[in-house]
């Protein structure tokens, strides 16, 4: 039973062709909690390697490693090159059994989405318009696309709300007071601004002498 993101991860290939003939792979990697893809890399060929570098991007630059993740038994995913990554990052690889797709069900679901609503969809004129279609459609489906199993919300904003609701009370007291804090010197450096620019200022910064009216006798 899943209760955070990064607790498991799964990841699988998809195969489809520009059109001219010329075929591409794309690597698949959704996290299970949270639904997110969290990238589809297109090439014409990936190896193991390709795929580490693809989780070390996801990791350094996105939301951290996972604790482990689902795969199969493709000659990508028994590589040394992941399986030494796998090691010297504390990841579980967990692989399926032969012939059991059900075992990685989070990524037959998504492949098969991603194969009706994009791959089967698009023309793909080159290398470069298959990613930009796919990171296009990535984005849809992490941001707009409700999801059935996370209560009709689409899965980043899921994931959003799990990060605030998982945050605790006294770090959200502080961000509050820094954000309340710089909140108000802005407030008071534009009242200093309007001052210094209005007809109450002149000279050399100097405040205008106030006007004494004498009554007449």
Not at 108 to 115: A, H, Y
Not at 153 to 177: E, K, N, V, W, Y
Request: glycine residues 4%; contains cysteine.
């Amino acid at each position: 039973m899943l209760t955070a993101p990064n607790q498991s991860w799964s990841m699988d290939f998809v195969s489809d062709a520009l059109f001219n003939g010329h075929k591409f792979r794309a690597l698949t990697v959704v996290d299970n909690y949270t639904r997110e893809c969290l990238t589809i890399k297109a090439a014409p060929s990936l190896s193991g390697a390709d795929v580490v570098r693809a989780l070390a991007r996801i990791v350094d630059e996105r939301r951290g490693k996972p604790l482990r993740i689902q795969v199969d038994k493709g000659p990508e995913f028994i590589s040394f090159a992941l399986d030494k990554w796998a090691y010297e990052t504390g990841v579980t690889l967990d692989f399926s059994r032969p012939g059991k797709p059900t075992d990685n069900a989070f990524i037959e679901s998504f492949n098969g989405s991603l194969r009706d609503e994009c791959l089967n969809t698009n023309w793909f004129m080159s290398l470069e318009n298959a990613r930009k279609k796919l990171e296009n459609w990535r984005q849809d489906y992490n941001h707009f696309r409700p999801h059935s199993s996370l209560a009709d919300t689409a899965p980043a904003l899921f994931a959003r709300q799990f990060a605030i609701a998982s945050t605790p009370l006294d770090s959200l007291a502080r961000s509050c007071a820094v954000h309340g804090r710089r909140s108000r010197l802005s407030r008071s450096s534009q009242k200093l601004s309007q001052l210094f620019s209005s007809n109450i200022w002149r000279g050399q910064g100097e405040p205008q002498p106030s006007r004494v009216t004498i009554p007449s006798p």
